[in-house]
């Protein structure tokens, strides 16, 4: 299938291989290798002389189509399915940079994103420096050399903070260095990055794109250069590899990508409104609240404003645990992007790894809470937050 279909279509029919039994739904292909016909074509096989299956740690059709699914959301020219997001992350690392490099990165991305380059890789000789998300002067002055790698997530986990992408895909083409994008906020059914310049598009597809909480994987997307002679080749060898169960699983999820993330989106936008108006809350941060700081250029760039919403509660921690602990419909669980709404206290979860100056540096106050914002009546979360907020 090409691009020429809309999303929707893309979302339900890319991707798909039939086998001979003519399956309608996508099959699930639960085996460690692929049996071939004779050494010669195990020898073929092997050395990528023939096309074809040959252990999934690399190669499983299952797999295949959910890269070739989310490929065709991205419009990318290749995908390759990780375990997890961050295992995306670290293949991505792992595959385009070598000791002596150097990273350019948000500071306002997640947790665990932080700890990997200033922690991880920083202990295999590549330096990163963390510079504001917004402050498109501050990633020019950042630039070294022998820079490689500029790395950012739009909307920000938990802030809803929105980067500059074009800007952004701007300085790294010109220092000659890539752009990657973590869209695990948006998924392509909102926001599609390489249509704005950058390299890389990475996924965490435990959240929006399974979209119900049950598995965990992950994504790399661009050119066939990056992802295919770069990224696979690590993940071939190394293998944090997307399992073919958690590829089906995620593949039948993205099904309905598109209605879900419209649907969240809009409640999103109306819990947003409510706690804007509640005195107990001292900020809301959404992207699609007009008093969002950078609300215009997530409207250029998103189809709509995604369903994180967070919000800083007065009073602090023990206020902001109250409302957690007063809820009765809402999750308490550090996941986002399910159906079921969930609720979560970044600077003691998520983000309790990280050090106080840099959770300060983010943004990340005590009183803050993160809702991930799902598919029940909005009306049912208000009152669940209401409940602790004391309104
Ligand atoms: C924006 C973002 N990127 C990456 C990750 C990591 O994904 P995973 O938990 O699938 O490794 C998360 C997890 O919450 C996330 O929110």
Redesign the pocket.
């Known amino acids: 299938m090409t691009d020429t279909f809309e999303l929707a279509t893309l979302s339900v029919r890319a991707g798909q291989r039939r086998t001979e039994f003519q399956e309608h739904s996508e099959a699930l292909f639960l085996t460690s290798s692929f049996v071939f016909d004779s050494a010669a074509q195990a020898a073929a096989r092997f050395t990528g002389g023939e096309e074809g299956f040959v252990y999934s740690r690399f190669t499983n059709p299952t797999v295949s189509m959910f890269q070739d699914r989310l490929a065709a959301l991205e419009s990318a020219e290749a995908c390759v399915a990780t375990a997890?997001?961050?295992?995306a992350?670290l293949a991505t690392a792992m595959a385009l940079l070598k000791a002596g490099d150097h990273v350019v990165c948000s500071n306002a991305?997640?947790g665990?994103?932080v700890q990997l380059y200033a922690g991880i890789l920083a202990r295999f000789g590549i330096q990163t420096t963390f510079v504001s998300p917004t402050e498109i002067a501050d990633w020019q002055r950042a630039l070294k050399p022998n820079t490689r790698l500029l790395f950012l997530?739009t909307p920000s986990?938990p802030l809803g903070v929105v980067s500059d992408i074009a800007a952004l895909a701007a300085v790294a083409k010109k220092a000659g260095a890539l752009l990657a994008v973590?869209n695990?906020?948006c998924t392509p059914a909102l926001q599609r990055p390489l249509e704005f310049g950058a390299d890389l598009v990475?996924h965490?597809?435990?959240?929006y794109l399974d979209g119900q909480g049950r598995v965990?994987?992950?994504a790399v997307l661009g050119s066939k250069a990056l992802v295919m002679d770069g990224v696979f080749g690590f993940l071939r060898t190394a293998g944090p590899t997307l399992s073919a169960f958690n590829a089906w699983v995620i593949l039948k999820g993205i099904e309905t990508l598109e209605l879900r993330m419209l649907a969240q989106s809009e409640r999103a936008l109306e819990l947003a409104r409510w706690l804007e108006a509640h005195p107990r809350v001292a900020r809301v941060f959404y992207p699609g609240l007009a008093s969002h700081p950078q609300h215009a250029l997530a409207m250029r760039q998103q189809r709509a404003g995604g369903a994180i919403v967070s919000f800083d509660v007065k009073g602090g921690r023990a206020a902001a645990w109250k409302v957690v602990d007063s809820t009765r419909l809402i999750s308490i669980t550090?996941?986002?992007g399910d159906v079921k709404t969930t609720i979560t206290h970044p600077a003691t979860t998520?983000h309790g790894r990280i050090t106080p100056e840099a959770r300060a540096a983010a943004g990340i106050g005590d009183g803050l809470l993160r809702v991930s914002v799902g598919l029940e009546a909005v009306e049912d979360v208000k009152a669940d937050l209401d409940r602790g907020l004391g309104g």
């Open positions: 997890t997001g961050m295992s992350i991305v997640f665990a994103t997530e986990n973590d695990a906020l990475i965490s597809a435990t959240k965990l994987g992950g550090g996941n986002l998520t």
